[in-house]
């Protein structure tokens, strides 16, 4: 404990500089809950400077991860210099012993750093004693799922870790400090270049981490020409000095004259300069997660393998727009030979939606028409539950899949606790209202013959998780006696594998009833300790667990197929 009596609590996240700002929120809900907790944050060297404008983080620690391979590998130096270099790094971060360390990195190495940290209670990817991966908290089993069922995960990344957090915030969205000596240089960079405090700014972000994740250069060229003849605005380019070529392709395209600053800021200056801008066109990147953390509006192109629901713009009124396509989301390891994705999502659609954005303050519906054929656009908000959700402005039909996203936003936060969810009765009712306001009145007839097949599969499922529940119950009531007999459990158990083996099956047969089965795998990887007992009755839980949601499914399902649930019709912006 701290000498003021506060929690202590470490946020270990070493991955990329987005998913390094999208760790405020729940630093903020730790704040929150916890009034006097002093939370350390442990990140990669490479962001040390933005991370001083964090809020909530009391102290930061870097881990140079490049500088640490460098003395292992290179042979100027020992693998001794490393190793001491690394025992250093441990003793800095352990000089206080942790109430909490949340490890928001699911790499090998996260896992084998957060396992040497000084912490009474551990959640996320950390390593046992014998090196083998372990995976402590039901949201971060949630969180290590979501990757083989992204398709059916309603939840943003912001909120994945807010629930592992244990926590909720009423500070909706995210943040970071913009000092007023950022915010002078801005201001001088930008007069440098004409612009005064009165004139528009609209920032763009050519590149990303991924090819298949930037919108053409030409389409950005085509929407910057748009935008400086309709509205008088002034364009701004931002990006890492990698992305230079980028900038010099949109300069060659572009009759408007851009102020090109890509490479020639650091971060802190990047978040003065997007702060300035009255919108901010982006590819899914960091520099997104930066706009909306300072409090502009970011209009995000979502292409390729990126799901908009996990690193979507994160706050209240920005905008997502994606192609129509039944490919996407690609998956992280495919090399589309065809984007089409890029060529559907054109600079007319972007310009209209910018536009209306900029003179009317927002859009809450547009009305279909050729100019929208082939795209999806979304407004993102808070609902009542607190999560982020992303509202569809124009009316499409509702598809299977998009279905299961909605009821699986009920399930997932009754099943894994953490307040929120629903019960089947209210999430059947939930999701009348939602899907008769976003895909209209009809929208549940089309896949009422769909979802009666899927009610028959879903309540095997639920059959058989009860069966194994009942093999479990009885061998962890045999388990806390005095004297177990291990030859009468080993028999009770023998069945109880062929029937998780079916239970899989049939999810793998039907992906949409596939999730609640992955996070069941995660969770009997993550089971720990030596004692029967204990085991026992971990098991125990899992299969409770996995009985109750498609017992969960199975109900609201029937509601819907049998016309059970009748509920008023919700407005489209709940």
């Known amino acids: 404990m701290s000498a003021a009596g506060g929690k ?46 964090i809020p909530f983080a009391d102290r930061i620690v870097v881990f140079d991860k490049m500088g640490l391979r460098k003395l292992v590998c290179d042979e100027e130096h020992s693998v001794v210099e490393g190793y001491r270099a690394l025992e250093t790094f441990i003793d800095e971060v352990n000089d206080t012993e942790y109430d909490l360390a949340i490890n928001f990195t699911a790499s090998g190495e996260g896992a084998v750093l957060t396992s040497l940290f000084n912490a009474r209670e551990v959640r996320g990817v950390t390593a046992d004693s014998e090196g083998c991966r372990i995976i402590r908290y039901p949201w971060q089993w949630y969180f290590m799922s979501v990757i083989p069922s992204r ?5 943003h ?56 994740k930037t919108w053409p250069a030409a389409s950005f060229a085509g929407l910057a020409d748009r935008l400086a003849e309709s509205l008088g605005a002034r364009i701004l380019l931002t990006g890492s000095k990698s992305e230079e070529q980028l900038g010099r392709e949109f300069e060659s395209l572009s009759a408007t004259k851009a102020v090109n600053l890509i490479g020639k800021t650091d971060l802190r200056g990047v978040a003065a300069l997007l702060e300035r801008c009255a919108l901010f066109v982006s590819n899914d990147t960091g ?57 559907m999502v054109t600079s007319e659609s972007v310009f209209d939606l910018a536009r209306r954005i900029l003179r009317e303050g927002g859009v809450e519906s547009i009305e279909d028409g050729p100019l929208w054929r ?87 499922m639920e059959a058989l998780a009860g069966e194994a529940l009942t093999r479990v119950s009885l061998i962890a009531r045999e388990a806390v006696r005095p004297a177990p007999d291990a030859e009468w459990i080993r028999r009770t158990w023998e069945d109880v594998p062929a029937v998780d ?39 125990l839980r899992l299969y409770s667990d996995l009985k109750n949601h498609y017992a969960m499914i199975a109900e609201a399902i029937g509601g819907l197929v049998e016309k059970r649930v009748i509920a008023p019709i919700a407005s489209c912006n709940t």
């Open 8 to 53: 202590e609590i470490l946020v270990v996240n070493l991955t990329r500089m987005g998913d390094l700002i999208q760790t405020t929120p729940v630093m903020a809900g730790i704040k929150d809950a916890y009034p006097g907790a002093r939370i350390t944050l442990l990140a990669n060297a490479v962001f040390a400077e933005i991370c001083k404008d």
């Open 151 to 155: 398709n059916y995960n309603p939840f």
């Open 157 to 212: 990344l912001c909120d994945m870790f807010v629930k592992a957090g244990g926590v909720s915030t009423s500070r909706k969205g995210l943040h970071l400090n913009v000092s007023d000596e950022e915010r002078l240089k801005c201001k001088a960079v930008l007069g440098g270049y004409g612009i005064g405090d009165d004139d528009p700014v609209i920032g763009f972000q050519l590149g990303a981490s991924h090819r298949l």
């Open 287 to 343: 520099p997104l997660h930066i706009a909306t953390a300072v409090g502009t509006r970011a209009l995000d192109i979502s292409l390729g393998h990126v799901c908009f629901r996990e690193t979507g713009p994160y706050g209240e009124g920005h905008y997502v727009i994606e192609a129509d396509v039944p490919c996407g989301p690609c998956g992280f390891h495919v090399e589309c030979k065809n984007p089409r994705c890029k060529e």
């Open 374 to 460: 082939g795209v999806r656009v979304y407004r993102s908000g808070f609902p009542e539950d607190g999560l982020a959700d992303y509202t569809p402005l124009i009316r499409r039909p509702l598809t299977r899949e998009t279905f299961y996203v909605y009821l699986y936003r009920e399930t997932w936060q009754r099943i894994l606790g953490g307040g929120g969810g629903a019960s089947a009765g209210q999430a059947g009712e939930g999701l009348v209202s939602k899907i008769a306001a976003w895909h209209g009145d009809e929208a549940l007839d089309t896949l009422r013959g769909a979802l009666r097949d899927d009610l028959e599969i879903a309540r095997n």
């Open 501 to 539: 083996r079916e239970i899989e099956t049939l999810g793998r047969t039907h992906p949409h009833l596939m999730p609640p089965v992955t996070l069941f795998r995660f969770g009997k990887e993550a089971l720990e300790g030596k004692e029967l007992a204990v085991l026992a009755e971990s098991a």
